[in-house]
């Protein structure tokens, strides 16, 4: 049943926009140039039991030398839920816009891959670490989200393994390992899945989901399960009323 409710989606995003508000002065030890950064097409289908996700980038690279091939940037997926959820989201600095959280979290980063569930109390779970290949300028994430047509919050920030989490936060010093922001604070990723004229994210600090913004997979279970509950009712009714009449 999912499987057929579900659909592919792809979604593509601006060339040229990864830094930030505009003034992020990227790292040059080592070297990590914007194209390496940029995010360019986002795509989600199903696939066997969870879901397959397909991060394009202007160019995929690895300046860490990681065994996987991947270590320029960090990349969040947040997937929507259907009833409330989380709404920061993660360590971005950056928080939902509009109703509604994220009920999973993919990480991908030099190190290795994430999944974290969340729960409509919040409570956080982590879950199998999704299965991660390089396709030419693209990572090909296999994950276990259940089959959907979801909204998302893409987003991409600097890898470094000098770090806990494995993110280079940005900040006002300049230097050839840092990550320079015009101002303290500024969000975390220097690329996030948005219309160029969505600002938004590096001004005050929210994101808009893309793609479904409502997870029709869940609300349509949800119907079918109240038109099932309300047959089962009327039949109820149908029999008492045949015994009555007896």
């Known amino acids: 049943m999912l499987a057929l409710l579900a659909s592919t989606i792809t979604l593509t995003d601006p060339a040229g926009d990864a830094r930030g508000d505009g003034g992020y002065v990227l790292p040059t030890r080592p070297a990590i140039s914007a194209e390496m950064l940029d995010l360019r097409a986002f795509s989600a289908q199903p696939q066997g039991e969870g879901m397959r996700f397909t991060v394009?980038?202007?160019?995929?690279?690895?300046?860490?030398?990681?065994?996987?091939?991947?270590?320029?940037g960090v990349t969040d997926i947040f997937v929507k839920g259907a009833l409330g959820g989380q709404q920061v989201l993660g360590e971005t600095g950056l928080r939902v816009r509009g109703q509604g959280g994220w009920a999973y979290h993919l990480r991908v980063t030099g190190g290795g891959a994430t999944l974290v569930q969340a729960d409509s109390q919040g409570t956080l779970t982590t879950l199998a670490a999704p299965g991660v290949q390089v396709s030419g300028t693209s990572l090909v994430i296999d994950a276990a989200v259940p089959g959907g047509t979801y909204g998302y919050w893409v987003t991409n920030s600097v890898y470094t393994p000098l770090s806990p989490g494995g993110v280079l936060k940005p900040g006002t010093a300049a230097g050839p390992t840092l990550l320079q922001a015009g101002r303290a604070g500024a969000p975390t990723p220097v690329d996030v899945l948005a219309p160029s004229s969505d600002t938004l994210a590096f001004t005050s600090g929210t994101l808009a989901p893309v793609g479904e913004t409502r997870d029709?997979?869940?609300?349509?279970?949800?119907a079918l399960g109240a038109a099932g509950l309300l047959l089962t009712v009327v039949a109820t009714v149908m029999v008492w009323r045949r015994l009555a009449g007896r």
Request: net charge neutral.
């Open 56 to 72: 394009s980038f202007s160019q995929l690279g690895n300046p860490w030398n990681a065994p996987s091939g991947y270590s320029a």
């Open 216 to 222: 029709w997979v869940s609300l349509t279970l949800m």
